[in-house]
């Protein structure tokens, strides 16, 4: 069955109006639309003014290039989906049912039993729902292996069985795998401290080597910035708004939290800087505050902020006028490098992309790291050690040589290995 929708719009509405007799919430819809608006960018960036199939496939193809789905994030593996959710309803009017229920979870016998409670006992730990069902998840795996294995009581656990279970966990997933064992451990050393076994059997749980390596911080060129920036209309309200936060986001690496929290008894004028306590680490910053940054502040305020005795500096549009929220600058951030035309492929585009961007900037510049580890506010140095990872021109010049190979080599047992 092929479908046919004179726009874009009426495709989505159409789209939507299927999410919501399926049950999905509105909450649910509205993320699909805003993923899909950046399918609208793309077509509009390309001057294709229908939608198919084809259309989202392309899309899909410049923003994830040959990137296998493994390697993608839970956010991009999201919106994959979501596209693919669009390119079969141009086609077939239907979507591809992407919600799996999971086996139903159900403990039985005396360590089922004791399994119940010990995750009642994490909740009491005030755990949130996730870790809790993650938890769940994980012990409900271990159970089966014991049922299937004849083991219904916790006096006969064995250092064999859990040595064999063990080594038989989730070969091709080493972070699940170290999650569930760091799971099954606390709850053998849980059964021990409430004398179920007569030994502490959570000794025996195998360590793993697994060390989980942060992805590399998303950064923009500064010839991207700069299209960012020159990208938001700033004859409207809305755009002088965005303009003053994200030269915030960009100039002062400020986060979403601060640039939501930021009043004007922070902006001291006189001196040329801004100082406030930060949200994250509550700790006092006090930075510089360029001369282009605050022309944006004051250009907003006289000629687009809303008329409020708030003491917050960026507030709403819409009344009450409200001091806008975090989420409103992260959204703001995400919209403009979206609508900007640059290329983002897979990097991510919020507030904080812009952040990691000035870090990176400073680095090129042979800014200390001290110097903008206090920039960017951080406690620790440590923390702000990870730009490293990012300076490729610092990091090509800690390469070595590769020796070249000596000519015995090749002519060794007469040449013939090498013919």
């Known amino acids: 069955m092929s479908t046919n929708y004179s726009s874009f719009e009426e495709l989505t509405h159409f789209a939507s109006k299927y999410l919501e007799d399926r049950g999905r919430s509105k909450q649910t819809v509205i993320i699909y639309n805003w993923i899909w608006k950046k399918i609208k960018v793309h077509m509009e960036r390309e001057q294709i003014e229908k939608c198919s199939s084809n ?7 410049l923003t994830y290039g ?3 789905i493994s390697k993608l994030t839970h956010h991009q593996k999201h919106c994959l989906r979501c596209a693919l959710c669009l390119a079969q309803f141009t086609e077939t009017g239907k979507m591809i049912e992407i919600i799996q229920r999971r086996e139903v979870i159900t403990f039985e016998g005396e360590i089922g039993l004791l399994m119940k409670q010990y995750i009642d006992y994490k909740g009491s730990m005030r755990l949130n729902q996730k870790t809790l069902q993650g938890h769940s998840w994980y012990l409900y795996q271990f159970w089966k292996h014991l049922d299937a294995s004849g083991i219904s009581s916790a006096s006969l656990l064995s ?38 076994t007569k030994k502490d059997l959570s000794l025996i749980v195998p360590k793993d080597n697994y060390k989980k390596q942060p992805q590399l911080p998303s950064t923009y060129t500064k010839e991207e910035v700069h299209t960012i920036l020159n990208s938001i209309d700033r004859s409207t309200p809305t755009g002088k708004r965005n303009y003053a936060i994200l030269m915030l986001a960009v100039r002062l690496a400020m986060r979403a939290s601060d640039i939501s929290s930021l009043e004007f008894g922070h902006l001291l004028w006189s001196q040329e800087t801004i100082s406030f306590q930060q949200f994250k680490t509550k700790a006092l910053v006090e930075l510089p505050l360029p001369a282009d940054v605050g ?47 640059v290329n983002i492929g897979a990097r991510k585009h919020g507030s904080h992309a812009l952040r990691h961007t000035m870090a990176s900037l400073l680095l090129e510049q042979k800014t200390a790291l001290p110097i903008i580890s206090e920039l960017l506010g951080h406690t620790n140095i440590q923390t702000s050690m990870c730009y490293l990872r990012i300076d490729t021109e610092s990091l090509r010049q800690c390469a070595l040589d590769v020796p070249a190979v000596p000519e015995r080599f090749y002519t060794q047992k007469g040449g013939a290995l090498y013919e």
């Open 55 to 61: 259309t989202i496939t392309d899309y899909l193809s």
């Open 66 to 68: 040959e990137k296998p």
């Open 159 to 196: 250092p064999l069985v859990i040595m064999k279970y063990a080594a038989n966990l989730l070969p091709q997933a080493a972070g699940a795998k170290h999650l569930a064992l760091s799971i099954i451990k606390n709850f053998l050393r849980y059964l021990h401290e409430k004398e179920k």
């Open 295 to 341: 022309d944006s502040i004051i250009n907003y305020v006289k000629y687009a902020r809303p008329s409020s005795i708030d003491k917050h500096v960026f507030l709403e549009n819409a009344y009450p006028h409200n001091p806008i929220e975090s989420k409103r600058v992260s959204k703001t951030a995400c919209r403009a490098i979206s609508e900007s035309g």
